[in-house]
């Protein structure tokens, strides 16, 4: 696999850091699995299919209690954006499900689903989430 591209694993840096530890492993945790997925995704056969499924679904779950830790402490720091964010999960979390379901039925790629978790993950950390780092930080 290249390193650069759209098939690369993701690197963890610290301009992905949000400056607030039990936010920061659990992105480190998404991280880790979205690069199990795109490996994953590059082996091919029953098995493998399986392997995959099964960490896509480990993947949403965590995803799922990620977001809930999330909304929690925006909700107690007071963040003014916490409905719009809140609304950004929610339909992620949807249009994974939907994915998740193509993918069953034979008509999703994994690759792409791998691609999408990967830009989606990178983006929404560095832009939405990066605006609650201010309000978290002063709960410290
Ligand atoms: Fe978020």
Wanted: proline share 2%; charged share 30%.
């Amino acid at each position: 696999m290249s390193e650069s591209g759209r098939d690369s694993f993701i690197v963890w840096n610290d301009d992905y850091s949000v400056q607030f530890r039990a936010i920061d492993e659990q992105h480190q945790g998404l991280v880790a699995m979205t690069n199990d997925l795109l490996r994953g995704c590059r082996q091919s056969g029953a098995a493998a299919d399986d392997i995959f499924m099964k960490t896509l679904r480990g993947a949403v779950e965590y995803a799922q209690v990620h977001f809930y830790t999330e909304e929690k402490y925006m909700k107690q720091a007071g963040y003014p954006e916490l409905e719009s964010h809140k609304k950004e999960h929610a339909a992620f979390v949807d249009k994974v499900l939907e994915t998740v379901k193509a993918f069953e039925e034979g008509e999703a790629d994994p690759f792409d689903l791998a691609v999408f978790l990967k830009e989606w993950l990178l983006t929404h950390i560095a832009v939405s989430d990066k605006k609650y780092a201010p309000y978290l930080a002063r709960m410290k």
